[in-house]
């Protein structure tokens, strides 16, 4: 069953982290009205979450496009829970206006609070300030009634930073702390289009950073192992993505062929999915927090 579903919809994005596992291989996206033909068919098959991600997901129609597909997942679909990953710089508050009501979990992907560390892994453009747009961002999920969560991929640059306070400051609903990974023609190998290695850190680096960070109640910790089958990745043309060896191997798409059949390519690990906590109280309306 896809209880819970990751679709990156698009692979375009307007930073360059140097780790990134989901690159920008095409600059395809479906036609909107295909993408809800998915997004019902899986509604179907027991989708309870959707997740929206890419790429950067605001770049498609500035947002426009990731907005309708949240609207139609929570008005028509009525899917308890409806989130999107993103990396925070191109969202307006008009957009919160339009979409936030519809909008479970924004997750924004922050991995150190030192700009110039956000520098050298790339997840900055030109003069904009990260951690600026991030703390204006919280304070807009406060606003609109959006529960605010926080995605930190650790790494080379950021393995020795402390980031209690400003974590503990910020009081995401979550905190998901992921170890660095490398993907096969994402991030490493001959046609990849990053090379992901000189970020990599140890098991043990990882175990340092999060026994540091302990008493940090919203931390939710995965490192590779727990990561790479655990997650139902879909692509740009809504094809389940398979990790198991290390890369991404596609199955058909499930609008050719339906949820069922695809999802037998998926290499998904159920059991994996609920050990690392894949399963959460995830609709804002249960949630009860103080907006």
């Known amino acids: ?64 496009f990731v907005g309708k597909l949240v609207q139609f997942c929570k008005q028509d679909l009525r899917l308890p829970s409806v989130s999107i990953v993103s990396n925070g710089s191109m969202i307006r508050e008009q957009w919160f206006k339009k979409y936030g009501q519809y909008l479970d979990i924004l997750a924004i992907s922050c991995d150190s609070f030192d700009e110039e560390v956000n520098v050298l892994i790339g997840r900055s453009q030109g003069k904009k300030n990260h951690v600026e747009k991030l703390h204006k961002l919280r304070q807009w999920c406060r606003d609109y009634a959006v529960a605010f969560k926080i995605n930190s991929v650790i790494n080379r640059f950021n393995i020795e930073e402390d980031m209690n306070e400003q974590i503990k400051a910020l009081n995401p609903v979550r905190w998901k702390v992921f170890q660095c990974l490398l993907i096969e023609g994402e991030n490493c190998g001959e046609d990849a289009l990053r090379e992901a290695d000189k970020f990599l850190i140890s098991d043990d680096d990882f175990k340092r950073f999060l026994d540091r960070h302990k008493d940090v109640s919203c931390l939710v910790p995965e490192s590779n192992q727990e990561m790479r089958d655990s997650y139902l990745l879909l692509d740009e043309y809504m094809r389940f993505l398979n990790c198991t ?46 907006w």
């Open 245 to 290: 060896n290390g890369r991404k191997e596609p199955s058909k798409s499930i609008l050719d062929v339906g949820v069922e059949e695809a999802i037998q390519f998926s290499g998904f690990d159920e059991k994996m999915f609920l050990k690392r906590g894949g399963k959460y109280v995830w609709s804002k309306a249960d949630m009860k927090l103080d």
């Open 1 to 64: 069953t896809p209880t819970s579903v990751n679709y990156h919809f698009t692979r375009q994005c307007n930073y360059k982290c140097g780790f990134c596992f989901h690159t920008a291989k095409t600059s395809f996206v479906l036609p909107l009205e295909e993408a809800k033909r998915g997004l019902a068919m899986l509604k179907e098959a027991g989708m309870e979450k959707i997740n929206f991600s890419g790429g950067e997901p605001f770049l498609q129609d500035r947002g426009e």
